[in-house]
């Protein structure tokens, strides 16, 4: 006669065979984790530098229409040089850029926004401070 208690399948995982898949998954977080950072702080840098380059490019075409620069950033907007004022990616806010005014020579023919920068701080993966772009 067959015994029924040592004939029952086994169902399920042992704690062990549990642990083991843990540790693989815990070693793939590893390495895969400090990547995703590193992509998603360059995707962040390389938006801070097109958005820089829309509005200096902005900035020159105001000032070659009109013959004098921008009194604000918002100026840029309410003329359609720009659609809306873009977003610093690395503060996540449109508050955030420091206007520089025009030299000396260009400050004759108007206007205070001459060049604008990033107000965010610290440094990029290059190791340049944003404020530097």
Not at 95 to 123: C, F, H, M, Q, R
């Amino acid at each position: 006669m067959v015994n029924p208690v040592t004939t029952r399948r086994r169902r399920g995982f042992t704690l062990i065979e549990l642990l083991v898949v843990l540790a693989v998954i815990a070693l793939l977080l590893s390495l895969a984790a400090p990547r995703y950072f590193d992509h998603v702080q360059r995707s962040r840098e390389a938006v801070l530098r097109e958005n820089l380059n829309a509005m200096r490019d902005a900035i020159d075409k105001y000032q070659a229409d009109r013959g004098r620069y921008p009194d604000s950033i918002a100026d840029l907007v309410t003329r359609r040089y720009l659609r809306t004022v873009p977003v610093d990616p690395v503060t996540d806010s449109t508050e955030t850029w420091i206007v520089l005014p025009p030299p000396v020579a260009a400050a004759a023919s108007g206007g205070s926004v001459y060049d604008v920068k990033s107000g965010a701080a610290g440094n990029g993966l290059d190791g340049t401070s944003y404020d530097t772009w």
